[in-house]
């Protein structure tokens, strides 16, 4: 059965930067939209951002956008989430899971019907 791998988690200083990753196994994302999500501890997952399969689009939470960039490589049927500027309310664990091919209207609340769940890597930002 499929899911994708995550990697890149780290502890971080308030204002720093890393790069996500996650490996798609045992299928391909080529026609799937990818959403990155996060869980702080108590707290709910929440959607962060989504980047389409059909134009390659990145979408975005209010209270990321401008911080993090969502990209894609069909070839390394890998997803990237690139973030910048963290704060202390970044500290979750990330994980990420496909939906259908576009990042429709509510992408970010699609925790209950989202796919290959990987187990998610842990992001610390320290202040």
């Known amino acids: 059965q499929g899911q994708f791998v995550e990697s890149g988690g780290d502890l971080v200083q308030f204002g720093g930067s890393l790069r996500l990753s996650c490996l798609a196994s045992g299928f391909s994302v080529e026609n799937r939209a990818v959403v990155w999500f996060r869980q702080a501890p108590g707290k709910e997952r929440e959607g962060v951002a989504c980047v389409s399969s059909v134009d390659g689009q990145g979408y975005y939470r209010k209270f990321v956008r401008g911080r993090f960039t969502i990209s894609r490589d069909n070839v390394a049927n890998t997803a990237y989430l690139q973030l910048t500027n963290l704060k202390p309310d970044d500290t979750a664990v990330y994980s990420c899971?496909?939906?259908?091919?576009?990042?429709?209207?509510?992408?970010?609340?699609?925790?209950?019907?989202?796919?290959?769940w990987g187990q998610g890597t842990q992001v610390t930002v320290s202040s």
């Open positions: 899971a496909t939906i259908g091919p576009g990042c429709k209207v509510g992408w970010q609340s699609t925790t209950a019907t989202a796919e290959y």
